[in-house]
């Protein structure tokens, strides 16, 4: 089984809202992702988490929030995001971090800021 | 990580082979040439990977030139499902991402 779930598969907030995307996998994975994809752009990373660590961040603005709870659980938290954050936000996992290991992505949580 | 040049679009009829090409002329020793897909609004999907050999799986075939410095994908008969953005990525064994290009616009024509 090679599936990473995402939660929820849409989203829509306003400026002064709080809201959280939510992500998990139970393939064992100790590395864990998270990607923001613009309309027509490539996937661009955002954070990195190694055995529940913060690894990159790759100077991400302070009002998103990464966290990860477990193992198997990897959270975004969201607060006072600009409508130009509107875009797909994607999480993935791999086996470990730092031996190019295959990354397996899930669906992503389509955010729209108003 | 080496960067990657691709074509921006390409068009395949049903039923024929879809190869995709990539130029990778910076390539180091030590960099593998992955590739992805991804499907309009859904996340990426890992395809297959190769360092110097020719590799294949149910998905795809990777063909590398000898001196590593550009790769084909091909999809030995592709299908209206096969409509997707193909990403060619070079990265380190030890590297901790994925850098994404703008990839390759493939469409599967019926």
């Known amino acids: 089984d090679t599936e990473v779930t995402q939660t929820p598969k849409h989203l829509v907030m306003g400026m002064t809202n709080k809201k959280s995307l939510k992500c998990e996998q139970h393939?064992?994975?100790?590395?864990m992702y998270w990607y923001k994809q613009k309309a027509k752009k490539p996937p661009e990373l955002m954070f990195v988490y190694s055995y529940e660590k913060l690894s990159i961040n790759e100077s991400v603005p302070s009002r998103f929030s990464p966290e990860c709870p477990n193992s198997s659980l990897l959270n975004l938290h969201l607060h006072a995001l600009q409508p130009e954050d509107s875009a797909l936000y994607l999480c993935a996992s791999s086996q470990e971090l730092g031996r190019g290991e295959t990354q397996y992505f899930g669906p992503g949580t389509r955010l729209l800021v108003l | 990580d080496a960067k990657t040049t691709q074509p921006p679009s390409m068009d395949c009829a049903e039923g024929r082979a879809a190869n995709l090409p990539c130029n990778h002329s910076t390539i180091s020793g030590n960099e593998y040439v992955y590739w992805y897909r991804q499907i309009h609004s859904q996340g990426p999907q890992y395809i297959i990977h190769?360092?110097?050999n020719n590799e294949t799986n149910e998905m795809a075939s990777l063909i590398i030139t000898e001196d590593r410095k550009s790769s084909t994908l091909i999809l030995p008969h592709a299908t209206l499902r096969d409509t997707a953005v193909y990403y060619c990525i070079v990265r380190k064994g030890s590297a901790r991402q994925l850098t994404f290009g703008s990839g390759t616009q493939l469409t599967v024509l019926p």
């Open positions: 393939m064992g994975h100790r590395a």
């Open positions: 190769g360092l110097k």
